[in-house]
């Protein structure tokens, strides 16, 4: 099992900036995939960003150049960094942990709201 943990989210204006963490327990953090979904109200659920065990990464094109998801496997922590705010960006953050083909596992969400 794994739990997970996000920080960092809040109301920033247009053009600000957030930085979203989110904290895993378990032993095996490394060979984990990981990732950020959103939720908005009326919306699909969308992937925002993953990065892989290895470290590569992908993107929504939505967010492509202003979000950048990183990993640091000593702190167990994942982290995404957004850039350039934009109302539609106002969502609930979960971050996801899939260890190989395995179930998801889902923290309990963030609340990121973008306004004037």
């Known amino acids: 099992q794994v739990h997970l943990v996000e920080s960092g989210g809040g109301l920033v204006q247009p053009g600000g900036s957030l930085r979203l963490s989110c904290a895993a327990s378990g032993s095996t953090f490394s060979i984990y995939a990981m990732g950020w979904y959103r939720q908005a109200p009326g919306k699909q659920r969308e992937l925002v960003a993953r990065i892989g065990s290895g470290g590569s990464t992908n993107y929504a094109d939505s967010v492509k150049g202003r979000f950048t998801i990183s990993r640091d496997n000593a702190k167990k922590t994942v982290y995404l960094q957004m850039n350039s705010l934009k109302p539609e960006d106002t969502a609930v953050y979960l971050c996801?942990?899939?260890?190989?083909?395995?179930?998801?596992?889902w923290g309990q969400g963030t609340q990121v709201t973008v306004s004037s």
């Open positions: 996801v942990a899939q260890d190989g083909g395995g179930p998801y596992y």
